[in-house]
């Protein structure tokens, strides 16, 4: 499985962007989807991730409420609509594919779970 991510870019403080993440190579709808960021001299940092149901899905505590994570089958891309954008948000974000083995597992926030990694996108939150 190939992953793209995009959608990235820079925004005041306050704006919304939507983030994508489209699959290539593989049976996409098998695999729980997660959005994980990395800022500039720290670790990575869970954001969301949505099981193989649409219906389950989960947040990081500094995200929850404000970002929300979908996707959509039929165009074998999930997305991460995110909301007052705080400067602190400001990261790279990778989407990250992994097996779960049915449609009600819920998806890992470990990204040792994670089979398969996107290139990147870089959001740029300023003051």
């Known amino acids: 499985v190939q992953l793209q991510a995009s959608g990235g870019g820079l925004v005041q403080a306050g704006a919304s962007l939507r983030l994508s993440c489209t699959a290539s190579g593989g049976t996409f709808n098998n695999y729980a989807v997660g959005w994980f960021r990395q800022a500039p001299g720290k670790e990575h940092e869970f954001v969301s991730a949505?099981?193989?149901?649409?219906?389950?899905?989960t947040y990081g505590a500094s995200v929850k409420g404000r970002f929300t994570i979908s996707r959509d089958s039929a165009k074998n891309t999930v997305y991460l609509q995110m909301n007052s954008l705080k400067p602190e948000d400001t990261a790279v974000y990778y989407c990250?594919?992994?097996?779960?083995?049915?449609?009600?597992?819920?998806?890992?926030?470990?990204?040792?779970?994670?089979?398969?990694w996107g290139q990147g996108t870089l959001v740029t939150v300023s003051s």
């Open positions: 990250a594919a992994g097996r779960v083995p049915g449609m009600n597992s819920a998806p890992a926030i470990d990204k040792a779970q994670y089979e398969y």
């Open positions: 949505i099981g193989r149901s649409t219906a389950i899905t």
